[in-house]
């Protein structure tokens, strides 16, 4: 049996929750997410939201969107990160407006301190562009909006997972979910749907991600003909703990924090002279990978260290007391007076479900909308992140897009009805449980997702070339292949939380072959995406977004234009 | 290092009553819990059901009691807890499989206190000022993940599960002493009520189950104070 809104949300992080409150109050909404809404992913970020507030010194949205624009290695949508920009600023004040409990200057006014890639008059030195709340903005984030949801009354299907997206006639009709309490499978047929699914980092071993983050409304997407664009970039962040790769914020960069090699240079002076540490979060884990490579690793092994010793107990304490406390709980270190071993971690993923700046899902080179069908945050690609992501502006991003999609979607449940369901909507989703609950093979998924983590990690990370990438592809075959065969030991409808892993590996196994197909065709460097075999970036050829659509057999590709308003193409120095 | 975890099983569907499961692994000193719980769950028995997401300490998702305490199982290294361990769901909470329990009623009570800012003069077109000062009155309590932790270690709140138990009242800190609200004598009502602040008796084993360190029992004393004052 169907239940029926006029618009339905997958996902409660920050752009979930985000377009919820646009929505509230314009027709009936429903919330779904397969955590309760606070464990979203949003409430791990941790040093900022950036906006040319200028509070403490001079600063511009023109400035940050060139930040932006120069960030993403000039892939990105120039229309698009000048609204990302602008809009940051009034963003923030609603957030405060809204209760969130920013840090303070003396003077009363929302702190700012600088981080990776921002800059003053168009890259000349660091600004302090990034709003923080000690260094748990992002928990504070998610925390806000869910508390004006709940003033809001919003309505939460808490623990349902989204299986398949309804489209009638050209139309967005629903979504499919299952009921993680009682196993059921729902229908709900509704006039828009958002996704705000977030990310896919866990297709790689080390990486700053949560379990949960396996992709799942880009799956859903893509398995129906809509394409996934520019995948092939993919963020590490330089800074995780090694070999767990828990996330400590570039806000210690920002804070005064410096990488050193095994034999203590502060070795980012040689990479960028202007922005040292501070540079963009492609740059840095690459220059850390080559220190690794030319045998600067600390004991010759794979990580470096980040040096906080001198910031001081009360920096520690007051600006970074959460990452202080993840290197004295994971680590048994000691801040203060100990260097801390870290390598970079899968963080972000730039591409995802091709948007407008309304968050309209796009579904080709023309921009044509899929009508009803929205999506923002992560899962989505505006593209305001181009081939690399500013840290701070994913923040930014959720909270901007998401409410633009939200207040566009409010307008579209006005304007129009239903889209019939199709015929027996949720019998694909029930084929695709009970196929993984029989399949009579036996593979162990852990198995699976191992190989598939490692694999990723070796061929498709930092540095890749065609001989890693297509024996990926190989390894992807053959995974696929095996997955088929996946054997579920845990038969029960309630919390079947084995079931569940085995649906998101699924989704991580195709993500992971559109990201190798993608980076396999695009033979240049630019931003994350870092071609061995082809190191310098090529822009009479490349200088264009990829959309990866699902063929019969293979990875079928287009490509769009990429949107140049006010910055040209330029080399990237720092 | 091997280590013996020795865990609290039921399944609605086949079990009548919980059982204990035991399950021996090989893992790192430097393994979290929720390291070992995957592994028995990957490699031994898909079935065994537990939340999880960041792994990290912050999503909140993954509170339980280990070796007899209210922790996260994200936040416990393997070589501070022994060779032989013990994990069962939260207490006082509906276990409603393995260690996943029923915190449907926990954030009802957590909804209840309005955690909201409530105001009523107009905002600025920037932010609104607030001192260091004044910010930090409140940072302890800001940092509350509704992990249930200390919810489920009162003696108060297993004695009447209707009492609005310390995570609501943390939250409902949050916001009275924010110099922006105006909403303290709505949520100060609501606390003042039979199965509010006053149910606490100060035993402080909120404080030692906290993951977060927020000094729980200090802010449940403010609110009391404040509640008193305003008597007064």
Known sequence: MAQRYDAVIVGAGGAGLMAALQLAGHGQVAVLSKLYPTRSHTGTAQGGIGAALGNLE?????????????????????????????????????????????????????????????????????????????????????????????????????????????????????????????????????????????????????????????????????????????????????????????????????????????????????????????????????????????????????????????????????????????????????????????????????????????????????????????????????????????????????????????????????????????????????????????????????????????????????FRDAKGLTAMREKLR???????????????ACYNTELLEVIELGGLLDLAEVLVESALVRQESRGAHFREDFPKRDDPNWLKHTLAYKGEKKVDFRYKPVTITKFEPKERKY | MQVTLKIKRFNPETDKEPWWGEYKVEAEATDRLLDALNHVKWYHDGSLTFRRSCAHGICGSDAMVINGSNRLACKELLRNLGEHITVEPMRGFRVIKDLLVDMDAFLAKYRSVKPYLITHTPEPEKERLQSPRDREKFDDTTKCILCGACTTSCPSFWANQDYVGPAAIVNAHRFIFDSRDEGAAERMQILDSVDGVWRCRTVFNCLEACPRGINVTRAIGEVKKALLYRKL
């Open chain 1, 58 to 462: 001079e600063d511009h949205w023109e400035w940050h969107m060139f930040d932006t624009v120069k960030g993403g290695d000039y892939l990105v949508d120039q229309d698009a990160a000048e609204i990302l920009c602008r809009e940051a600023i009034e963003t923030v004040y609603d957030l405060e407006h809204w209760g969130l409990p920013f840090s303070r200057t003396p003077e009363g006014k929302i702190a700012q301190r600088p981080f990776g890639g921002h800059t003053r008059e168009y890259g000349k030195a660091a600004v302090r562009r990034s709003c923080y709340a000690a260094d748990r903005t992002g928990h504070m984030i998610l925390q806000t909006c869910y508390q004006q949801c709940i003033k809001n009354q919003v309505h939460f299907y808490d623990e349902y997972h989204v299986l398949d997206l309804l489209i009638e006639q050209g139309r967005c009709a629903g979504v499919v979910a299952m009921c993680l309490a009682t196993g059921e499978i729902h229908t709900f047929h509704a006039k828009a749907v958002l996704f705000a699914t977030g990310g896919c980092g866990k297709m790689f071993r080390v990486t700053s991600n949560a379990h949960s983050l396996t992709g799942d409304g880009m799956a859903v997407a893509y398995r129906r003909g809509i394409p996934l664009e520019d995948m092939e970039f993919f963020q590490f962040h330089p800074t995780g703990i090694y070999k767990m790769g828990i996330l400590l914020s570039e806000a210690a960069r920002g804070e005064g924090a410096i990488l050193r090699n095994a034999s203590g240079e502060r070795f980012m002076e040689r990479y960028a002279p202007t922005l040292k540490d501070l540079a963009p979060r492609d740059m840095t884990s690459r220059a850390i990978y080559q220190e690794i490579r030319e045998g600067r690793g600390i004991d010759g092994k794979n990580y470096v260290h980040l040096d906080l010793t001198h910031l001081g107990k009360d920096v520690l304490d007051k600006k970074l007391p959460d990452i202080t406390e993840f290197v004295r709980t994971y680590l048994g270190l000691e801040p203060l007076r100990e260097l801390v071993p870290i390598q970079p971690t899968a963080h972000y993923a730039m591409g995802g479900i091709p948007t407008d700046v309304e968050g309209r899902v796009v579904i080709d080179e023309k921009n044509t909308p899929l009508p009803g069908f929205y999506a923002a945050g992560e899962v989505a690609c505006v593209s305001v992140h181009g081939a690399n992501r500013l840290g701070t502006n994913s923040l930014v991003d959720i909270l901007v897009f998401g409410r633009r999609g939200g207040r566009h979607a409010a307008k579209f449940i006005k304007e129009n009805d239903w889209a019939p369901l199709p015929a027996k909507a949720d019998e694909p989703a029930r084929a695709l449980i009970s196929g993984l609950k029989n399949s009579g093979g036996k593979e162990r998924p852990a198995d699976l997702r191992d190989a598939l983590q490692d694999e990723m990690m070796e061929k498709a990370s930092v």
């Open chain 1, 478 to 492: 053959e995974l696929r292949a095996r997955y088929r065969q996946a054997k579920i030991e845990d038969q029960s």
